[in-house]
């Protein structure tokens, strides 16, 4: 692999002796560099296959490695502003709630105290966004009752719980 990129970029340097001044050459330069006398490069057709393939894999580089930033730096804007969307969704929401939750807020209420592992034995709207829920805990052994708070966007606002005896 690393010798066929240095016979594609032309990285193998081998020195040749210049006919005129007898000094040491490399073999790139088509005249001595010292004496300006033409070199066994001079007079040599140009490898146009060669500069193709060599100027290929540069650009494809170059473009392979344009094309992985653009996307990252496109994927990245895209997750900034969505979470600033959401942040800003989220602020335009808690400015706009001012009040409390409806009965309309039950199920929101009821799905919190299930995903919380508590089976709900009753559940009632007691107004003003209040609720009252007689649940189990799986975890501890009686009976709960909670009185739960909730505001006008069905967020939970405050829950006071108390054993049923």
Do not use: W
Request: aromatic fraction near 8%; hydrophobic fraction near 30%; charge should be neutral.
């Amino acid at each position: 692999m690393i010798g066929m990129l240095k016979r594609v970029f032309d990285l193998e340097k081998i020195d040749i002796e210049c006919k005129q001044c007898k000094s040491m050459i490399d073999t790139t330069y088509v005249f001595c560099p010292k004496c300006q006398h033409p070199t066994e490069k001079y007079g040599e057709p140009i490898d146009y296959g060669k500069k193709f393939t060599q100027l290929t894999i540069i650009f494809g580089g170059i473009f392979t490695v344009g094309v992985c930033g653009y996307l990252m730096i496109n994927t990245l804007t895209i997750k900034i502003a969505t979470s600033n969307n959401l942040t800003k969704n989220q602020q335009n929401n808690s400015e706009q709630c001012i009040g409390v939750g409806s009965e309309n807020c039950l199920d929101k209420v009821r799905l919190n105290f299930e995903n919380s592992n508590k089976t709900i034995l009753g559940e009632e709207y007691l107004g003003n966004g209040n609720f009252g829920i007689t649940f189990i805990d799986r975890n501890r052994p009686g009976s709960y009752s909670a009185n739960v708070s909730t505001d006008c966007n069905c967020a939970i606002s405050n829950i006071v719980i108390q054993t049923v005896n």
